[in-house]
């Protein structure tokens, strides 16, 4: 397109386009620290995503690499999938979207490098672009194959708990090496096909080793790690193709990434080393199982939760990942909605690690339009507790159980919680005495001033909105 413009306007063109992805740049910081609230999370969204337009069309435009008909289309095809992923994809599957985007911007960052050294001289690189191209290759890939595990874990079609090889731990150490290795062997020798190949294949066999081990407990954390990954990638594929957007969009995610993966391993008193290495050749030893029979249970019904909840001052509502399951925040927001109208206070406890990915109950709630400021994370909600008349615990289980606080031998001892136990009265909706992810017993189920409620969330719900509406 340039060559049809006067010689004076092509001076200035680059200059413009570098002015275009600062200012695209500048839509997605403030797209992410808009994302810091619920109130201004879809207006965020909006900044990224607009962001995002800008430097596609400007990078299209400027590089002249394709056709129009081939932008058009790929425009078209893009804004089809996002729209029906956006539409037809249910909450409860967001953490496996989620997963398969950060695959897709691994894979994509990969074949850019790729194409990149497929369609140019090797001898035309020097070496600081070949170890920038090998890296990104191998990131790239780990994050592909890595995120169809992620994937496949969330959507069940993997099992989710630890799959391990015995010594898994050091075969995917001397792996990693290897790969290292090996992108130092193609910066080297870029004509000797057989490395480029061996390290392609080894990336994606790292990534699916490194994720099947890790049990779904962790996902949140794999999830944030992979987002990292993917942003690392790019941030490499943009050095590889001289794109100074590509880089500073792929940074930010990767930070971002980072940031809030060391977050998750605080929220669950873990460090990112033992979530990736700590369950490798590990078994259920020390897991205790649920159901004990020396131990009593009060079940209860929505009679007497109807009862309890109508008349109490303030009602915490703790939810997790059995509320999206049961796709029940619909039915809970009605049973708010009615406790309110009688005068009771009601607020939501939302712990970090709550459903399978960061943030997914606050996404849940306010779909069901719930208001941001009754959203309270776990360290503004704790103090509550003791004063609260009743908690109501709809799928959530780990987080709340106190073997976090009292049980040293526990293997989530440590663990930040929700202090639930604190409160007057606790009753679990729950389907069954089943463990959470950790495998283990919680003590919570067994208390004096807690109460079981069993069945679908959604269906339990419903009963006891009903229930309440027949106080009046």
């Known amino acids: 397109m340039s060559q049809f413009l006067p010689d004076f306007l092509q001076l200035y063109i680059p200059n413009a386009i570098q002015i275009a992805y600062l200012i695209a740049t500048g839509f997605f910081i403030v797209g992410i620290k808009r994302l810091n609230s619920p109130a201004t999370a879809r207006s965020g969204n909006q900044y990224a995503s607009f962001g995002m337009l800008l430097g596609v069309v400007v990078t299209l435009f400027d590089r002249e690499i394709i056709s129009f008909e081939f932008?058009?289309?790929?425009v078209l095809i893009g804004a089809v999938i996002g729209i029906f992923a956006a539409k037809k994809?249910?909450?409860?599957?967001?953490?496996?979207?989620?997963?398969?985007?950060n695959g897709s911007g691994g894979g994509a960052s990969a074949l850019v490098a790729w194409g990149e050294f497929s369609r140019m001289d090797p001898h035309f690189f020097d070496i600081q672009s070949l170890v920038t191209i090998g890296l990104s290759i191998l990131i790239g890939s780990i994050t592909f194959t890595g995120s169809l595990v992620a994937f496949g874990k969330l959507s069940g079609y993997i099992g989710g708990g630890r799959i391990a090889l015995p010594g898994q731990n050091i075969i995917n150490l001397v792996l990693t090496f290897i790969a290292f290795g090996l992108v130092g062997w193609f910066a080297v020798d870029p004509e000797y096909q057989l490395v480029f190949w061996l390290l392609f294949g080894l990336a994606l066999l790292i990534g699916v080793l490194t994720v099947l081990p890790i049990g779904g407990a962790d996902m949140p954390v794999v999830i944030s790690l992979l987002n990292s990954y993917s942003g690392i990638a790019a941030s490499?594929?943009?050095?590889v193709v001289g794109n100074n957007l590509l880089i500073i969009s792929g940074a930010l995610v990767g930070a971002a990434g980072l940031i809030l993966t060391n977050i998750m391993c605080k929220a669950m008193n873990r460090t990112l080393p033992n979530v990736l290495f700590g369950a490798f050749g590990g078994d259920s030893a020390g897991a205790v199982i649920a159901g004990d029979s020396d131990k009593s249970i009060q079940q209860t019904f929505p009679d007497d939760v109807a009862i309890q909840c109508a008349y109490a001052k303030k009602v915490i509502i703790a939810p997790?990942?059995?509320?999206?399951?049961?796709?029940?925040q619909h039915a809970l927001k009605e049973v708010a909605n009615l406790l309110e109208e009688r005068g009771v206070t009601v607020k939501y406890g939302i712990h970090p690690v709550a459903g399978r990915m960061p943030g997914h109950m606050n996404v849940l709630l306010a779909e069901a339009d719930v208001p941001y400021d009754q959203l309270k994370d776990m360290d503004e909600i704790n103090p509550e507790f003791s004063t609260t008349d009743v908690v109501l615990i709809i799928g959530a289980n780990d987080v709340v159980n106190p073997a976090a606080k009292t049980s040293p031998g526990s293997p989530i001892y440590g663990m930040p919680i929700l202090n639930v136990d604190e409160a007057r009265r606790t009753i679990v909706f729950k389907r069954s005495m089943n463990p959470g992810y950790a495998g283990i017993d919680n003590d919570l189920f067994?208390?004096?001033?807690?109460?079981?409620?069993?069945?679908?969330?959604?269906?339990?719900?419903?009963?006891?909105?009903?229930a309440i509406k027949e106080l009046d």
């Open 71 to 74: 932008i058009i289309a790929g």
């Open 89 to 101: 994809v249910q909450m409860t599957a967001m953490p496996e979207m989620v997963a398969l985007f």
């Open 236 to 239: 490499m594929a943009g050095f």
């Open 320 to 328: 997790g990942y059995g509320l999206a399951v049961a796709q029940a």
């Open 446 to 466: 067994y208390s004096e001033k807690n109460q079981m409620f069993f069945g679908d969330a959604k269906k339990s719900l419903n009963e006891l909105a009903a």
